[in-house]
Nanobody, 124 residues
Framework: QVQLVESGGGLVQAGGSLRLSCAASEGTFSVSTMGWFRQAPGKEREFVACISWDGGTTVYADSVKGRFTISRDNAKNTVYLQMNSLKPDDTAVYFC?????????????????WGQGTQVTVSS
């Protein structure tokens, strides 16, 4: 069974940085496309970024492009989200997820496994 555990969330001032981590429990991580999503109170879950199994392809939502960087370390079964120049609008619960196949998708329904989420709060 696939388990994903996020960490690294917290409270930060606007303009600050955080790095989120997502550790996977199973061995097929290294061949899986992984994504980050976020959900703010009262809003739909939205796509943030995704990365192909080898790190060769990365895709970002327009709202985070140039500020966030997704990366992975297959030796550690871990995917990261480096978040810089944070804004109050970035406040949300952040989730990592594993794609159903090798492609990056913008829609959450195309991701089969999810972590429990980590809270990111950006104060103004």
């Amino acid at each position: 069974q696939v388990q994903l555990v996020e960490s690294g969330g917290g409270l930060v001032q606007a303009g600050g940085s955080l790095r989120l981590s997502c550790a996977a429990s199973e061995g097929t991580f290294s061949v899986s496309t992984m994504g980050w999503f976020r959900q703010a109170p009262g809003k739909e879950r939205e796509f943030v970024a995704c990365i192909s199994w080898d790190g060769g392809t990365t895709v970002y939502a327009d709202s985070v492009k140039g500020r966030f960087t997704i990366s992975r370390d297959n030796a550690k079964n871990t995917v990261y989200l480096q978040m810089n120049s944070l804004k109050p609008d970035d406040t949300a619960v952040y989730f990592c997820a594993r794609s159903r196949n090798s492609r990056c998708y913008y829609t959450s329904s195309q991701y089969a496994y999810w972590g429990q989420g980590t809270q990111v709060t950006v104060s103004s």
